[in-house]
């Protein structure tokens, strides 16, 4: 079964960083992404970033262009890759829930597209 386990979140002030990591485990498909997203209360879900296994290319949101980067650490057999969102110079408005999220296809931020989700771990930016 396709695992994935979020960890990292956290209370920060604004200004200041955090590291997200994405455990990811069970793939039985060559090439996928792995998407980071977040959903602020009383907000639609929005894709954060995402990076593809085959090639190692990413995707960014034009909210989090030059604060984030995400980056990967995938083992040779897909037994337990992990994903990870660096994000420098939060914000208040960077406060939401932050999922993990795998899919197939390569190159996308929409949501409906990703078949397996992780629980969320909370980013709580202060002002």
């Known amino acids: 079964d396709v695992q994935l386990q979020a960890s990292g979140g956290g209370l920060v002030q604004a200004g200041g960083s955090l590291r997200l990591s994405c455990a990811a485990s069970?793939?039985?498909?060559?090439?996928?992404?792995i998407a980071w997203f977040r959903q602020a209360p009383g907000k639609e879900r929005e894709g954060v970033s995402c990076?593809?296994?085959?090639?190692?290319?990413?995707?960014?949101?034009?909210s989090v262009k030059g604060r984030f980067t995400i980056s990967s650490d995938i083992s040779s057999d897909n037994a337990e890759n992990t994903v990870y969102l660096q994000m420098n110079r939060l914000a208040p408005e960077d406060t939401a829930v932050y999922y993990c999220?795998?899919?197939?296809?390569?190159?996308?931020?929409?949501?409906?597209?990703?078949?397996?989700w992780g629980q969320g771990t909370l980013v709580t930016v202060s002002s």
């Open positions: 999220a795998v899919t197939v296809l390569a190159g996308t931020l929409l949501p409906g597209f990703y078949s397996f």
């Open positions: 069970g793939f039985t498909f060559d090439d996928y992404s």
């Open positions: 990076i593809s296994s085959s090639d190692g290319s990413t995707i960014y949101a034009d």
